[in-house]
């Protein structure tokens, strides 16, 4: 009786010399490329936790390398006070998850509307939707100002109030209003992601919902979000990120607002007093680790189900 393929080429990979070097040459291969690319990845954080906590004895002691001989909180107290860490954080969590709420309603909205629902110039559309992931946000930045400095919806503040606009700077109305219109910090690639998973559903669950007597937007809400979990995991992570590490739109929109990002660019002027450039580049690494520190803590929880999620849209594949 003849070994089925599988066996037979496991017996020849056993069994084999030169086979078996093929294969621990690869193993030894991959493992120095995903080693080598988890260094370069990882480094600039450790050697931002690794000067975190060094004394200024430390700093200049060539033999301390990695650990600190002298270990010390007041890095990162200073840090602390010159970002105005509490506060901006706080402004920081509360733009990043309502935009990240708000953008997921209207992306998956206007991608449900692109991958079901025909209509003419829905392709003209779409192109202009991803065309928008390749723009530079500087080329609309003085009139993205303008917008919401004057702002006047169709005339209507005017109308109801007396004035002729509503200076909404400083506020965060620009973001929502941004991510309620599905014009936000990345939402033609969201939109993008939505689409993709949506027309990979079949469309006889559709038909048998619309069969049963529901119409698109209880198919939509019944139906296809239940089934995109996966991709409305990926776009909760990457709208939070990448809200949560802008610096282009909360510079522009807010100026008396503390947000981390602005907190840690103004954070040289806080410090500026400092004569010591090396002990004042220290205090700005640890300025951008107590920045990175909550997004770290969030894909510690959430790693899993994140790589899970973008294995299964379309993003891969």
């Known amino acids: 009786m ?10 020849i990979i056993r069994y084999n010399p030169a086979e078996r070097a093929k294969r621990w040459i690869w193993i030894v291969l991959r493992a120095l490329l995903i080693s080598g690319f988890c260094f370069i990845i990882l480094f600039p954080l450790f050697l931002r936790l690794s ?15 990695w650990i ?32 990240t709420l708000i953008q997921l309603v209207s992306c998956a909205l206007a991608a449900y509307a692109f991958a079901r629902l025909k209509f003419r110039g829905s392709g003209l559309l779409f192109g202009l939707v991803v065309f928008t992931i390749v723009v530079p946000p500087q080329t609309i930045m003085i ?3 303008l917008t919401y400095r004057y702002f006047d919806l169709f005339g209507l503040i005017g109308l109801f109030t007396g004035k002729d606009s509503v200076n909404l700077i400083d506020t965060f109305w620009p973001f929502l209003i941004s991510s309620g219109t599905a014009m936000g910090l ?45 991709a409305i995991v990926t ?22 607002v503390k947000v981390l990002s602005t907190g840690l660019m103004g954070m040289g002027v806080a410090i500026g007093g400092e004569p010591d450039p090396v002990y004042f580049s220290i205090l700005m690494n640890t300025g951008v680790l107590l920045s990175m520190a ?24």
């Open 2 to 11: 003849k070994r089925p393929a599988a066996y037979a080429e496991q017996f």
């Open 51 to 65: 000067v975190a906590f060094r004394s200024r004895v430390d700093i200049y002691d060539p033999t301390v390398l």
């Open 68 to 99: 600190p001989r002298n270990f010390t909180l007041e890095n990162v107290e200073k840090a602390i006070e010159a970002m105005q860490y509490v506060p901006a954080t706080l402004n920081t969590f509360a733009i990043s998850a309502s935009t």
């Open 143 to 145: 009139p993205l100002y």
């Open 186 to 230: 990345k939402n033609g690639l969201y939109i993008y992601i939505f689409r993709q998973f949506f027309r990979g559903i079949p469309k006889e669950i559709e038909e048998a919902a619309l069969v049963d007597g529901a119409g698109v937007i209880r198919t939509f809400y019944r139906i296809m979000l239940p089934n995109a979990v996966p």
């Open 235 to 256: 776009v909760l992570l990457f709208s939070f990120v990448w809200q949560w590490n802008d610096s282009y739109y909360v510079s522009l929109f807010l100026s008396k």
């Open 294 to 317: 909550p997004l770290i803590i969030l894909y510690l929880f959430v790693q899993r189900y994140f790589v899970e999620s973008v294995e299964r849209t379309g993003l891969v594949g």
